[in-house]
């Protein structure tokens, strides 16, 4: 897969990364919130000989369902993090060594930086939906038994 870095590969030192996540990479994602996408990352990995630093950012377009008429939606993104360890502990260690995975890295901040809630703006909803929706408001009181 790609992106997947394997540290014992890699000399000491700066080393960067540009990639980008597509509709593919997040629809291939099971149980992921995220229908689809354009989102282009930047990492800047600084290998040390007791660990690493990471610096990764993130920006593009996510597309997700809107939790008022489950439609789908368009969202932005715009991330960065830093991510430091003295020890190899953010790593897995499988049969290719120890390994970085910096897909799954930029998917994790994409998703952690998506607003809890996810709703078209005013107006934007699907109009049978939103149609459906206020006629099962509550527009006034009920009197008390």
């Known amino acids: 897969m790609e992106n997947i870095i394997n540290l014992d590969k890699l000399e000491i030192g700066i080393h960067h990364f ?8 997040f629809q291939a994602i099971e149980k992921s919130e995220l229908l689809g996408g354009e ?3 930047k990492a800047e990995l600084n290998l040390l000989p007791s660990g690493f630093d990471l610096n990764i950012s993130v920006e593009g377009q996510v597309t997700v369902t809107c939790d008022r008429c489950l439609e789908p939606m368009s969202l932005s993104v715009s991330a960065q993090d830093n991510m430091t360890t003295d020890a190899m502990d953010a790593i897995s260690e499988n049969k290719k060594g120890n390994v970085v995975d910096l897909n799954w890295l930029a998917y994790e901040l994409t998703i952690v930086n998506l607003p809890l809630v996810h709703c078209h703006q005013p107006g ?6 939103d149609t ?8 006034t009181e009920e009197p008390e038994a």
């Open 132 to 139: 459906l929706l206020q006629s099962h408001l509550c527009t």
């Open 124 to 129: 934007g909803c699907n109009p049978q939906m």
């Open 18 to 25: 540009d990639f980008h996540l597509d509709t593919a990479y």
């Open 39 to 41: 989102v282009d990352a």
